[in-house]
């Protein structure tokens, strides 16, 4: 990966939970939104991201310990997918 690259990704780590919230400045949302049409990774880093927060979401509200075992196998189990693992 280029440098340059390698620096928006960094970037994109450091304000992901703010883009994903809606919380970046209207530049700051464009140029977040430009750096994932061109970098695939950080694509999926988002996608990993959003489907963690979903099951957090949906494990605050259930408190059920085989339910909350399940879904992070679930997640985890799609993450390495992802991954390729």
């Not at 999926?44 to 949906?58: G, H, K, P, S």
Request: some cysteine; aromatic content about 8%.
């Amino acid at each position: 990966m280029k440098p340059e690259i390698a620096q928006r990704c960094d970037l994109f780590y450091q304000v992901l939970s703010d883009f994903v919230d809606g919380a970046l400045e209207e530049v700051d949302m464009t140029y977040v939104e430009e750096h994932l049409r061109l970098c695939p990774p950080c694509e999926v880093y988002l996608d990993q991201f959003r489907a963690v927060a979903e099951a957090n979401q949906r494990l605050q509200a259930k408190a059920d310990a085989p339910e909350v075992d399940r879904i992070l196998r679930q997640v985890l189990a799609q993450w390495q997918a992802a991954k390729g693992d």
